[in-house]
T-cell receptor
């Protein structure tokens, strides 16, 4: 069945460091891919999306490129801030209203 | 525009008690779902609904009931609480690929 695998955390970085959180997926169809972010004490919210191969999603300085050949959707940010500390979820959607989420990666950013 | 609301925010139950977690959305979304979030396990789907009067089981439905009498509301019932149901519960709604989440209910069963 469809699944999402993302790197285990926690990831701890200093402010202004480069961030990469790896995500790979398995899907039988042509999924749309997403990154959701969960700030402390809150629900998840959509961070960025890509709906077809080679699309790049971007928002708030974060980027991810839909790579069909490697079945990946890695999240990157060039310079993280303390306010980026959160849990990040990679997710895929193949239709029918159901979304499959990865296990989440917790990011800590130190000042 | 409230989005997805959940009540209560926190709840402590004793083993064997029952309760209902409330969820409401004001976006006229057809699809609603309940997840539980446990450390290291991400989000697991409990039940979902594709419209009023239609519900189905997710991957971890045991011990939970749902109903969907209106588009807006999707309550989750714990029939006889167990310590294994200690978790954070999220309700979500969607009209397509993007899911909108509520703020969550933190439930502790002692």
């Amino acid at each position: 069945g469809d699944s999402v695998t993302q790197m285990e955390g926690p990831v701890t970085l200093s402010e202004e460091a480069f961030l990469t959180i790896n995500c790979t997926y398995t899907a039988t169809g042509y999924p749309s891919l997403f990154w959701y972010v969960q700030y402390p004490g809150e629900g998840l919210q959509l961070l960025l999306k890509a709906t077809k191969a080679d699309d790049k999603g971007s928002n708030k300085g974060f980027e991810a490129t839909y790579r069909k050949e490697t079945t990946s959707f890695h999240l990157e940010k060039g310079s993280v801030q303390v306010s980026d500390s959160a849990v990040y979820f990679c997710a895929l959607y193949t239709g029918g209203f159901k979304t499959i989420f990865g296990a989440g990666t917790r990011l800590f950013v130190k000042a | 525009n409230a989005g997805v609301t959940q009540t209560p925010k926190f709840q402590v139950l004793k083993t064997g008690q029952s309760m209902t977690l409330q969820c409401a959305q004001d976006m006229n979304h057809e699809y609603m779902s309940w997840y539980r979030q446990d450390p290291g396990m991400g989000l697991r789907l409990i039940h979902y609904s594709v419209g009023a009067g239609i519900t189905d089981q997710g991957e971890v439905p045991n011990g939970y009931n749902v109903s969907r009498s209106t588009t807006e509301d999707f309550p989750l019932r714990l029939l006889s609480a167990a310590p294994s149901q200690t978790s954070v519960y999220f309700c979500a709604s969607s009209s397509g690929y993007e899911q909108y989440f509520g703020p969550g209910t933190r439930l502790t069963v002692t």
